[in-house]
């Protein structure tokens, strides 16, 4: 699996410009795919977002990435 293709939550906060808490609250509400890539180990879950499927939650949303994110990742 190429890593690139998968963003963090704190990658994904600072994309879209919002507080960690709330990419939990759509993740938990069921409004944002997610997968957990922990393998089970430890308590925590290792939270991933597929690009595409941030991607396509823009759409629907008409969200797009901050400038800064752009100008950085070549991002848009």
């Not at 069921?30 to 977002?49: N, Q």
């Not at 690009?51 to 939650?57: A, C, R």
């Amino acid at each position: 699996m190429d890593e690139q293709q998968l963003m963090s939550r704190r990658q994904l906060a600072l994309r879209w410009g919002v507080n960690a808490k709330t990419i939990d609250r759509l993740r938990q509400r069921g409004l944002l795919p997610w997968m957990d890539v922990s393998g089970g180990h430890g308590k925590k879950r290792c939270v991933r977002f597929f690009i595409s499927d941030v991607q396509s939650y823009e759409a629907r949303n008409r969200m797009a990435p901050r400038e800064e994110e752009v100008d950085r990742n070549g991002l848009g």
